[in-house]
């Protein structure tokens, strides 16, 4: 295996998280580059609040925000995972990565080529593997979840999220106007079907609440101050009150999904 071999992963959200976390618990060495404004409404469970914060921690991997590329050394050296703002990925050329994983989930391709790295991989759709990048996997739930594909496409995405507990696009909530996002809630709290947990102020001083459709746990919120658009996602409910605890935990779609990646991970390093 080359041990010192650095895998670059673009996205810090929570699906990217899983995939992170699984690679560092493997004992690889890992770089995540991150927007400026990171917008993960799972925030208890997204490396990307380091940009915010500092640092986070989850579930015991600690990530830490560098401002440079000779910082990380530090970072590794702690056992933990260096964060840095670079949406562009400008850094890439110099850090000279393995292996590129594209992990931003936009949906589209943000700018992500094969020249970056001898393996380019990428999750969800908006990539042809063999030609955007080596490899896609599959990010929509369902049977598919997590397969590696070395032709074509993932399924396109439908803007419906996955059904749980019996909901589907009724525990997502979007933003319905422009303006300034003010939290209320917080993640974990236990709502109900049509209560406010948040409002947008907007430019000319219109507050409208953002509410509930089912009652549930408060799973994702968007960080408050935050300016949205209409159609934003701000927040998740997850309608089975008794789970609490997967607020705080990486979840089975993330854990699939980073299960292939690493599949893939070692078949380019330990050959």
Same mark, same amino acid.
């Given at each position: ?39 993960? $409404?799972?925030?208890?469970?997204? @490396?990307?609040?380091?940009? *915010? ?42 850090? &000279? ?9 936009? &949906? ?31 990010? &929509?739930?369902? !049977?598919?979840?997590? +397969? ?18 019996? *909901?589907? #696009?009724? +525990? ?24 406010? $947990?948040? !409002?947008?102020? %907007? ?13 549930? $746990?408060? +799973?994702? @919120? ?17 309608? +089975? #009150? ?10 089975? &779609? ?5 299960? %292939? ?11």
């Amino acid at each position: 295996m080359k041990k010192d071999s650095l895998i670059l992963v673009r996205g810090g959200g929570d699906l990217a998280t899983g995939t992170i976390h699984r690679l560092w618990s493997a004992g690889l060495r890992i770089l995540v580059l991150e927007a400026e404004h990171p917008a993960a $409404i799972r925030r208890q469970v997204s @490396l990307c609040e380091a940009v *915010y914060e500092g640092e986070t921690t989850v579930e015991g991997l600690r990530a830490v925000r560098i401002d440079t590329l000779e910082q990380a050394q530090a970072v590794w050296a702690a056992n933990a995972v260096p964060v840095l703002v670079d949406p562009a990925g400008e850094s890439i050329r110099q850090a &000279k990565p393995e292996i590129v994983i594209d992990a931003i989930l936009a &949906k589209k391709n943000l700018g992500t080529t094969r020249d970056m790295a001898p393996l380019t991989i990428a999750l969800g759709p908006g990539f042809t593997a063999g030609q955007d990048v080596d490899v896609v996997v599959e990010t &929509k739930r369902g !049977h598919r979840l997590g +397969r590696i594909i070395r032709e074509g496409t993932a399924i396109p995405n439908t803007g419906i999220p996955g059904v749980i507990g019996g *909901y589907g #696009k009724e +525990r997502v909530i979007h933003a319905q106007t422009a303006g300034n996002f003010v939290d209320v809630r917080k993640i974990g709290d236990i709502v109900e079907a049509g209560e406010t $947990i948040a !409002h947008i102020e %907007s430019e000319d001083g219109t507050v409208t609440p953002v509410t509930t459709q089912i009652t549930g $746990i408060l +799973r994702g @919120l968007l960080r408050s101050g935050y300016p949205v658009v209409p159609g934003f996602k701000v927040a998740d409910v997850d309608p +089975r #009150k008794e789970e609490l605890s997967n607020c705080f935990l990486i979840s089975d &779609k993330a854990r699939c999904i980073a299960g %292939s990646v690493l599949e893939l991970v070692c078949a380019q390093l330990w050959t």
